[in-house]
């Protein structure tokens, strides 16, 4: 059927406009929350039912990629600019992904924003959210792909400040907008230089043109064209040196929490170096870049979440941790291990964002995890999930986390195309920490002895169960989605890189030195919180220097706000301002005024009013008059 | 010499009177007592009609003296006579003598040079003293019959004239009322 | 000196010298008189043009500003009359209402 394709993207657009008319102020809230809510979550499973049925028409034409041209942008001299939709295995699988995982937030949305005042634009904005999300897996070309990429940036704006009568949640998507432009500043030149090339946006088509036989490859350096596009993607996905939104943006509700900043919007820049595989394969140098920034990126976040008290700052830290090693993957060439990473973190963490919305509508609003504990006994269902989906993040096998953790630890090992065991040994750090914290924080929020105030600990009660039904699909997928032989599946068109040959007798122990990792790190955290509160105590004094750096998350913000935001407003005050607007703009159009009112005001003495010097002008017209024609007639 | 005087009598009379009228209108401006400059203008006119006469359009030098001396500086004495003006303290000059006088200057070189530069050579043929004129038959025939145009705007001007003294008089009648009752 | 060239002369010369009274003299009765006089050199150099062409187009006109004037000094020294019940004064430089 025709259409599929354009019908999955317009359909939360759909919602969208009539969620955002007519149950809003702008349409005088004509519509109760039973038409929010089948509006806005049926509209999303509709997708999801499409993709399912453009999936099987994949398949049945021999995963041939569909090709649907929706509209016809622009025609410019020779080239055309189409807003045309692409469907094969990889947008299969993100498509998937988006409307599947995007479809259960929405139910738990139902329970978590009941009682909020703004609900119908909460929808609305959400199902905004997709449609341009969709519009950036499906797109076929780079330009497409960009309209989607800014519109979730926009999406993105609108929801972490939904509470934005509160300043500073309007702070924070600020701040998550404007670092996300300063990396599309480095997406549009790849862009520019991709089309100076190859002569098209479309982006099987410039795969194809870098894939030619022969090696006939456009004249431009493909390296160059991916750091610029990497840098787009580190904006996007919150990379160093663009992560510090991702924290802040912490401000939304967990919902939103759950599906932009985990599962869907993050990995936009995955997908997107995922999806131009075709020149990262020629572009040796800029691999090597994304690997190291993705592997720094981990290990850095990692240590942050260490000590974080905030239950969101935590699992924020978390997934720009998780977002580095799958740059790592891609970095060393494991594209389709990276994609698969991204699966199983959409499952798991989800599912710990959806639980920790849980918790905190449980305890009427607490965040802090040292306000927290003995939570187990209280909300049983959202502990059990939050257990399975800690377990799957921390790589016990044979939960999902651990076989896509595994398989990027190795190809970070063994790779032929850029492994090298620093590159291990710092992933493997970084997942013995992450094994840490995620059990730091199950143990401080549900176990232990409770540090809750009195009137919070009355009004524990466990979440209704259009939120916790989501919880429970969220964590039986993490529990086997690792199952899924998402790398094998998308082997066709992403290939496995070829690992080095002596390497191979390592595959074994590295498995096992992986599990040994995860198990190590939650008995240790399980021995350090779980017995005496003054050990950590102990242990916080003794490096005392060290947790006030990682508290203050390597002060990066004070240092932007020192050595960028300081000048840039110094120079906008001063130069553009001050000298630029005032006395230059303002000083010339006064200027040019005062001039004119002067000279008025001079000629006017002319006006005397005293007829005597009339008529002394009058003779001296005459005389001029007479002597210029007596020169010239 | 009476006889060279005699036979060039048009053109040493033309002299006498010419002269005449510049001292007078040169008197005009030196002259304290407004009344003693209407004199002074009054006597311009009278020998400027007596340069018409000797040019030969002697309708014109009575037309000068009729509507000029008698009507217009019959009508300007009168005024003087009726508002009494004695200048005897007030100052005669305004603040623009000194600029005046050179504008003057100038104005008389640029018009005297231009004019020079103008006129075709002198001795024009047939311009000269012995011209006879023309009579009034010539001139009244010619101004009803080739510039009746020229006859009938004038009509019109008079009439806006009439129209505006009315107007002058209603304002001046406001003016006294306003004063009288303000 | 040809007469034409010396009845312009005269013509010039009076027309200059009732421009220079106006500029010069502060009563405004002698103003209106000035006035006059440049009028009466204007008819004077229109009548020698006049007579030297043989024409009547220069008497015609002649004709047609005595009427003028006779006219406009009807309608000027009642004007002059007005002002002067007002302000007191014949002084010109006293009359500066329309300054600036």
Known sequence: MTGTLTLIVLLPLLGFLLNGVLATQLGGNRVGKRFVTVVGCGLPLASFALVLQALAQLQSGDWKPLVEVAYRWALIGDSRFEIAFYFDRLTAVMALIVTGVGSVIHIYSVGYMAHDKSFGRFFAYLNLFLFFMLLLVLGRSLLVLFVGWEGVGLASYLLIGFWFDDLANARAGKKAFITNRIGDAGFLLGMFLLYHAVGTLDMDRINAAFNTAGGAVPAVSASLVGILLFIGASGKSAQIPLHVWLPDAMAGPTPVSALIHAATMVTAGVYLVARMSGVYLHAPEASAVIAIVGVSTAFLAATVALVQNDIKKVLAYSTVSQLGFMFLALGVGAYGVAIFHVMTHAFFKACLFLGAGSVIHALGGEQDLRKMGGLARRVPVTFTTFAIATAAIAGIPPLAGFFSKDEILWYAFASSRGGSVLLWGVAAATALMTAFYMTRLLWLAFLGTSRMTPEVEHHVHESPWSMTGVLVLLAGLSAVGGFIALPHFLEPLLPLPAVNEHLHAFETPLLVVSVVLAASGVALAAWLFGGDPARPAALRERFATAHRWLSGKYFVDELYERVIGRPLVWVSDRVFLRLGDRALLDGTLDGLAALGQRSAGWLARVQTGQLHLYAGLVLAGIVGALIWSWRHV | MIDTLLRHLDSVLLLVFGVSALGCAALMLVARQPMRVAMALIATMALLGAIYGLLGVHFIAAFQVLIYVGAVMVFMVFTIMLLEVREDSAPRYSKLLLPGLAGFVLLLGALGISVWHALPAAGAPAAGAATPGFGISTFAASFVGEYWLHFELTTVLLLAAVVAALAVIRISRRAGDRQHHG | ?100
Not at chain 3, 9 to 25: D, E, K, Q, S
Not at chain 3, 50 to 78: D, K, M, N, R, Y
Not at chain 3, 83 to 92: G, N
């Open chain 3, 1 to 100: 000196m040809d007469k034409t060239q010396l009845l312009l002369g005269l013509a010039l010369a009076l027309f200059a010298l009732g421009l220079l009274g106006v500029i010069v003299r502060r009563n405004v009765l002698v103003m209106l008189m000035c006035m006059e006089l440049m009028l009466n050199g204007v008819n004077l150099s229109l009548v020698t043009f006049s007579q030297q062409a043989g024409t009547t187009a220069g008497a015609v006109l002649v004709f047609l500003i005595f009427v003028v004037a006779t006219v406009e000094i009807a309608l000027a020294i009642p004007i002059v009359l007005l002002l002067v019940r007002d302000k007191r004064t014949l002084d010109l430089g006293a009359y500066s209402d329309l300054k600036g």
